[in-house]
């Protein structure tokens, strides 16, 4: 039996279709509202997953309204413009979702004060920004999917490498979930032996193959966008992810987005660090020490950040 709980997903496109398969797949819910501005796309997916209910367990998914989610402990904004070819960055949808977000945000912050939120439209880092902007409810309390996308990716490229299982890779992108994210090499790690130091499993340290193996996941978006038009099942698990983080109380250490605090000398912006997740939402910070390299990028991702936010007034 699943403990009563309600999730709300406003945005029943691609990701939000795939993030409440997610959910209810791994049953993280007794009930899921989707919300959409096409109502009727958000009945017809809550009724595709109901027939799979038999095989799942009591879990329901229903489409519903915002005083539908009165009740609900999270939810999960998805709405939005997304990036239609491999040509359009993220930063480039930010005028448009702000719109859609300032709508959205008063929307919540009337019938559902008391939810956690999980931003995962684009840019997610200036959107989790200004979320926190606009929303009544505490900063900890509204958190971007930023980089754990690009950290499972990279790390799923990595086990590949070593011929490993990626749970076994500690390695972390930091910063913006887009062009300007950093990898963090200084202080990734298989089986406790850092990745510069190799070999790992007989393999040698090859910077030029690491090198290419981040920018594979950096670029992992574009790549999948110019096949298949848009990215949605990974970012449905990464939510689950983070989901069940805050439900389980799990105080997960997970790379996503929230407001800097000054660490690394950076603050009034948010991006990827690694923090502290759980019932409550950050609950706390990791700080690793850096190189230099990878402190100036985290510096470079922030200043793109807080410049596109900039830009936009809200
Ligand atoms: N954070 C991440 O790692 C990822 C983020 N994304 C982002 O997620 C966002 C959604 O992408 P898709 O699902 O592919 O787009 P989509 O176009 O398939 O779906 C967007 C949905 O939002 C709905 N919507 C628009 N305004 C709304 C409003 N005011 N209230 C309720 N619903 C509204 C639309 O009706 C549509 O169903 C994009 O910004 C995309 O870039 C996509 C993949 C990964
Ligand atoms: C679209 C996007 O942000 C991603 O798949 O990384």
Redesign the pocket.
């Known amino acids: 039996m699943i403990q009563r709980r309600t999730i709300g997903i406003?945005?029943?496109?691609?990701?939000?279709?795939?993030a409440a398969y997610a959910l209810f797949n791994q049953r993280l819910a007794s009930e899921i509202i989707l919300?959409?501005?096409?109502h009727k796309?958000?009945e017809g997916e809550a009724m595709d997953l109901m027939h799979g209910q038999m095989l799942v367990g009591n879990v329901t998914a229903r489409a519903g309204h915002y005083a539908d989610m009165a009740d609900a402990q999270l939810i999960v904004i998805?709405?939005?413009?997304?990036?239609k070819s491999p040509d359009e960055t993220?930063l480039e949808?930010l005028e448009r979702?702000v719109r859609?977000f300032e709508?959205?945000v008063a929307q919540l912050d009337e019938h559902a004060p008391g939810a956690m939120l999980v931003?995962?439209?684009?840019?997610?880092d200036v959107?989790t920004y200004v979320t926190q902007e606009l929303s009544e409810r505490p900063a900890e309390r509204i958190i971007?999917?930023?980089t754990?996308?690009?950290t499972a990716r990279f790390r799923a490229l990595l086990g590949r490498h070593y011929g490993v299982d990626p749970r076994s890779v500690h390695a972390y992108i930091l910063g913006e979930?887009g062009d300007s994210e950093v990898p963090i090499w200084s202080n990734a790690s298989i089986g406790n032996q850092r990745i510069k130091e190799g070999p790992i499993n007989d393999i040698a340290f090859d910077e030029h193959a690491m090198q290419q193996l981040f920018e594979n996941a950096r670029d992992a978006?574009y790549q999948i966008i110019e096949r298949k038009g848009?990215?949605?099942t990974?970012?449905g698990v990464?939510i689950a992810r983070i989901v069940r983080a805050v439900i389980e109380d799990q105080r997960s250490v997970l790379p996503v987005s929230v407001r800097a605090n000054g660490a690394y000398g950076i603050r009034d912006v948010c991006l990827s660090l690694p923090a502290v997740v759980g019932r409550h939402g950050i609950a706390g910070r990791v700080t690793p020490t850096l190189s230099t390299t990878e402190h100036e990028g985290l510096q470079a991702s922030a200043t793109v950040l807080k410049e596109s936010r900039e830009g936009v007034t809200v």
Request: hydrophobic residues 45%.
């Open positions: 406003v945005g029943i496109g691609n990701v939000g279709k795939a919300n959409d501005l096409d796309r958000a998805s709405a939005g413009a997304s990036q993220r949808l979702n859609i709508q959205i931003v995962a439209t684009n840019p997610v959107l971007g999917t930023g754990l996308l690009d979930h978006a848009h990215t949605d990974a970012i990464v």
